[in-house]
């Protein structure tokens, strides 16, 4: 038999609202920003994944505290979520040569 949600209070509502905003709004220390990032670097994993017909999308988390990285291909998807400018740039090099090698 199939699980129904329980209607949520008001009360329960607003305190979940609350605890959403509350860690939107949480300092995390350091803030990720994509203009600290390399073009070239940038430029290389968006060349390799959408030549071979994929997608890569850019974000950061809702915290603002990660990067975020999604790249769909056929039918996978891969999200990562790196937390710094040196560890995001590594991964997008590892994605570029990824591509570059699986395409040989």
């Keep these: 038999m199939p699980q129904s949600r329980r ?3 008001p009360n329960e509502a607003n305190q979940i ?3 959403l ?3 939107k709004n949480a300092p995390t220390g350091a803030l990720c920003d994509w203009s600290a990032i390399d073009p070239a670097i940038l430029r290389g994993a ?3 994944v959408t ?3 994929g997608a890569i999308m ?3 988390t809702a915290d603002g505290g990660a990067f975020s990285i999604c790249i769909l ?3 996978q998807k891969v ?3 790196p937390h710094s400018t040196e560890e995001l740039e590594e991964m997008l090099k590892g994605i570029t040569q990824w591509y570059v090698d699986w395409k040989l």
Excluded: T
């Design 7 to 9: 209607q949520l209070s």
């Design 17 to 19: 609202q609350k605890s």
């Design 21 to 23: 905003v509350w860690r």
């Design 46 to 48: 968006v060349d390799a």
């Design 51 to 53: 030549k071979s017909g």
């Design 58 to 60: 850019f974000g950061v």
């Design 73 to 75: 291909q056929g039918d």
């Design 79 to 81: 999200k990562e979520y």
